[in-house]
């Protein structure tokens, strides 16, 4: 599974590692979108932009590559209110995928947990079919 994300502060960057360091055991590959190039299944990760808009550098690698989208994790931050990762929102209901989990700023314990435990689950699915 690729991990693709898209970083402006490197707070995105920064949780991706976090969740490939507690799945060890899953071979987890992380590219940033300027540069992946997806053969199979990817779970996005990317920020929020302005005002709840999905970032360009985001919204251009989803145009080439979103029909292998299986998940999204988006950051943002609870100053925002309403807007607060509103991309992933925006992402998941464009694409039919899951929004996996909002983020605020880095993350959290928490949310690396989160996201590692769907990660695992899929990864399962995957295996039994």
Partial sequence: MLLAFDSLTG???RF???VQA???E???DAQPVQA???QGDFVLFTYTFGTG???ASTAKFLEQHGERLRGV???GSFHWGDNFGRAGDLIAARYGVPLIAKINKGGTAKDRETVAAWLREWDQEQTQA
């Fill in 22 to 24: 507690a799945l060890p």
């Fill in 16 to 18: 991706v590692g976090g």
């Fill in 11 to 13: 707070n995105v960057r």
């Fill in 53 to 55: 808009q999905i970032p």
């Fill in 36 to 38: 992946a190039e997806p």
């Fill in 73 to 75: 994790v988006s950051s």
């Fill in 26 to 28: 899953c071979p987890l």
